[in-house]
């Protein structure tokens, strides 16, 4: 039990990042927000990136902590500076 | 239970791949990414296969450690050059 609490720290876990249009969203292994940052101008063609939000709700993730909490496939969007999270336009939201 | 988590790499596992405007789906065995990619021109009588997304949210795929972490029966659509994934059009998103 002591190892499903704490896990083991390193073992990368699958995400999904998307641009700020939405236009490319790629699955990521990444074991941190420090390693999926590392690995995000490469995936998403992006020179930088400013700060990672939940897709759906545009929550900012900045701490490692926070991180390790979410689940596996957790959605992100990645903002520029002067980038504001808006809702997905695809419909999911509207009924 | 360490065999369940890494899991034998090699072993097929079930998908289901669309061609892009989803007029032929199928279902296919697969070790990998690559192998996956590998039997699509045949499969889906496509020519090239520019990059493989997630049906369900158009994610794409294109590292194999991404692609371990799929469900059985993961479904989905090939795109080429310049296509754009778009949601499936049956009704499920649109109420």
Chains 1, 2 share one sequence.
């Not at 002591?2 to 995400?15: S, V």
């Not at 999904?16 to 236009?23: M, Q």
Request: aromatic share 8%.
């Amino acid at each position: 039990t002591q190892q499903l609490l704490t896990g083991p720290a390193t073992r990368p876990k699958p995400f999904r990042v998307a641009n700020f249009n939405r236009s490319i969203k790629k699955g990521i292994m990444a074991d941190g927000l420090r390693d999926l940052l590392n690995k995000l101008p490469d995936a998403l063609h992006v020179s930088s990136v400013c700060s990672l939000v939940l897709e759906e709700d545009g929550t900012m993730v900045d701490t490692e902590e926070f991180f390790q909490t979410l689940d596996d496939n957790t959605v992100f969007v990645v903002l520029d500076k002067g980038q504001e999270w808006t809702p997905s336009d695809n419909g999911e939201y509207r009924l």
